[in-house]
């Protein structure tokens, strides 16, 4: 049974996480000195301690990090756009980690650091706050994956456009990776994208603005709708596909259906997250679609 032991491992890996601390304790920031640890290091753990340490201590290291790359372009006389590309991550931390369980009755609703943690607040997000309908979200969605999209194209093209210095088919045998000179052509990647498309980017510069611009907007606007939630604004429902779905059995749309995955998703989750209150759910109250 040697060969469990690795998959017990990843198990373990996905699973284990810093969890955040009971509703029961609102916005508490559980001082390892507090009332609510007094001194005890394993109680403090218990309690949710940890989280809001790590929590805390994480949004002022990545805040210091971008202000310190602030500093450094000032010093250097560069631009200060590394900084400026750091928030996006920067924002949608502190919106989701901080800004969303501040909104919230307590830490308890922020997600807890962890793979399957971060998986299971998606899924309380979708089903508490239809996050996927979100405009803020689609925005978000398509910066990241834009953002994947032109790192990619912008990769091969560099790639494709390198000076052949060399004999060998290999990219790594034309030129040297610590050779100061440029080694590949504007002017070739211009013409490929022309034929593709019609259009390409004219310079360097602009082309990495838009690959700055993309994914930095997307992050911002993100963190935007997070906030949003954080104060329960509900702006983007069909309430008239919702009325005429109550009324006629057969009228089923991909919104109608979203929802009763939304409820299935509320009711799964009430009993997972509240196993004090034993709820118990009748079948006749959980959803099973329109038509039935």
Same mark, same amino acid.
């Given at each position: 049974? %040697?060969?469990?032991?690795?998959?017990?491992?990843?198990?373990?890996?996905?699973?284990?996480?810093?969890?955040?601390?009971?509703?029961?304790?609102?916005? &508490?920031?559980?001082?390892?000195?507090?009332? *609510?640890?007094?001194?005890?290091?394993?109680? /403090? @753990?218990?309690?949710?301690?940890?989280?809001?340490?790590?929590?805390?201590?994480?949004?002022?290291?990545?805040?210091? $990090?971008?202000?310190?790359?602030? *500093?450094?372009?000032? &010093?250097?006389?560069?631009? =200060?756009?590394?900084?400026?590309?750091?928030?996006?991550?920067?924002?949608?931390?502190?919106?989701?980690?901080?800004?969303? =369980?501040?909104?919230?009755?307590?830490?308890? !609703?922020?997600?807890?650091?962890?793979?399957?943690?971060?998986?299971?607040?998606?899924? !309380? !997000?979708?089903?508490?706050?239809?996050?996927?309908?979100?405009?803020?979200?689609?925005?978000?969605?398509?910066?990241?994956?834009?953002?994947?999209?032109? @790192?990619?194209?912008?990769?091969?093209?560099?790639?494709?456009?390198?000076?052949? %210095?060399? %004999?060998?088919?290999?990219?790594?045998?034309? $030129?040297? =990776?610590?050779?100061?000179?440029?080694?590949? &052509?504007?002017?070739?990647?211009?013409?490929?994208?022309?034929?593709?498309?019609?259009?390409? !980017? &004219?310079?360097?510069?602009?082309?990495?603005?838009?690959?700055?611009?993309?994914?930095?907007?997307?992050? /911002?606007?993100?963190?935007?709708?997070?906030?949003?939630?954080?104060?329960?604004?509900?702006?983007? %429902?069909?309430?008239?596909? *919702?009325?005429?779905?109550?009324?006629?059995?057969? $009228?089923?749309?991909?919104?109608?259906?979203?929802?009763?995955?939304?409820?299935?998703?509320?009711? /799964?989750?009430?009993?997972?997250?509240?196993?004090?209150?034993?709820?118990?759910? =009748?079948?006749?109250?959980?959803?099973?679609?329109?038509?039935?």
């Amino acid at each position: 049974m %040697d060969w469990l032991v690795p998959i017990w491992k990843v198990a373990i890996f996905l699973t284990a996480a810093v969890s955040t601390p009971a509703n029961s304790l609102a916005h &508490s920031l559980l001082l390892l000195w507090g009332p *609510e640890a007094q001194g005890d290091f394993t109680r /403090w @753990c218990q309690l949710g301690g940890l989280w809001t340490f790590v929590a805390l201590h994480g949004a002022f290291a990545l805040i210091g $990090f971008m202000l310190r790359q602030f *500093e450094i372009a000032r &010093s250097v006389q560069l631009r =200060p756009y590394n900084a400026i590309a750091f928030s996006g991550p920067i924002a949608v931390f502190v919106s989701v980690f901080l800004i969303y =369980p501040l909104g919230q009755s307590g830490w308890f !609703f922020a997600p807890s650091f962890g793979v399957a943690a971060i998986f299971r607040f998606i899924l !309380f !997000f979708q089903g508490f706050h239809n996050w996927t309908l979100n405009p803020f979200h689609m925005m978000g969605v398509a910066g990241v994956l834009g953002a994947a999209l032109l @790192c990619a194209i912008h990769g091969a093209t560099v790639e494709n456009t390198l000076f052949e %210095d060399g %004999d060998g088919a290999n990219t790594f045998r034309a $030129f040297n =990776p610590t050779q100061a000179e440029e080694t590949y &052509s504007m002017v070739t990647a211009n013409r490929f994208w022309s034929q593709i498309f019609g259009v390409a !980017f &004219s310079n360097k510069r602009w082309l990495h603005f838009f690959m700055l611009f993309v994914p930095v907007t997307g992050l /911002w606007m993100s963190a935007v709708g997070v906030v949003g939630l954080a104060l329960n604004l509900r702006a983007y %429902d069909f309430v008239s596909q *919702e009325i005429r779905a109550a009324e006629d059995p057969e $009228f089923e749309t991909f919104y109608t259906k979203n929802i009763l995955l939304n409820e299935g998703i509320r009711a /799964w989750m009430a009993a997972q997250d509240q196993p004090h209150e034993n709820l118990i759910f =009748p079948e006749e109250v959980l959803p099973r679609g329109n038509a039935l």
